[in-house]
């Protein structure tokens, strides 16, 4: 598959004989999907947002070019599933999306959405479990 090279990104960068020799054309994917996984940081939001990237036609029509990483072929790829979903509210053209990219410049916001992101990977493993759980006893025997 042209997109093979993509488990590079978890080597050093450095191979046994050398640096790591990556096909050109898979550069491209490569660069998009590690700015990809920058947007699953609250900090880096935070960063755009004040630097008003948010405020830019043409930087918010390159994020909803990304959104191709939501194919399955392309997402198993990805290391921090947060991004898509802010991938996805930072793209999304109602009063709730533009209101998100908006409060995203705000520290205090940045800070409630960091807390809200590391509850998530706190308990949701476990909540996710409890879930299956719960399933597997309420099954008919």
């Given at each position: 598959?042209?997109?093979?090279?993509?488990?590079l990104l978890?080597a050093?960068?450095?191979?046994?004989?050398g640096?790591?020799?990556?096909?050109s054309d898979?550069?491209?994917?490569?660069?998009?999907?590690?700015f990809?996984?920058?947007?699953?940081?609250?900090?880096?939001?935070h960063?755009?947002?004040?630097?008003?990237?948010?405020?830019?036609?043409?930087?918010?029509?390159?994020?909803?070019?990304?959104?191709?990483?939501k194919?399955?072929?392309?997402?198993?790829h990805i290391t921090?599933?947060?991004?898509?979903?802010?991938?996805?509210?930072?793209t999304?053209?109602?009063?709730?999306?533009?209101?998100?990219?908006?409060?995203?410049?705000?520290?205090?916001f940045?800070?409630?959405v960091?807390?809200?992101?590391?509850?998530?990977?706190?308990h949701?493993?476990?909540?996710?479990?409890?879930?299956?759980?719960?399933?597997?006893?309420?099954a008919?025997?």
């Open positions: 598959s042209r997109h093979a090279d993509l488990n978890a050093s960068g450095m191979a046994a004989a640096p790591i020799r990556v096909p898979d550069k491209r994917l490569i660069a998009e999907l590690e990809l996984q920058c947007l699953a940081s609250p900090s880096y939001l960063f755009l947002a004040q630097s008003r990237y948010f405020d830019d036609p043409a930087f918010v029509n390159f994020l909803k070019y990304l959104k191709y990483w194919q399955p072929e392309y997402a198993r921090y599933p947060h991004c898509l979903a802010f991938l996805d509210m930072l999304d053209e109602t009063e709730t999306g533009i209101k998100f990219r908006a409060e995203m410049a705000q520290q205090q940045q800070e409630f960091h807390q809200q992101q590391f509850y998530h990977w706190q949701g493993l476990n909540n996710r479990r409890r879930d299956v759980e719960d399933a597997a006893n309420e008919p025997s």
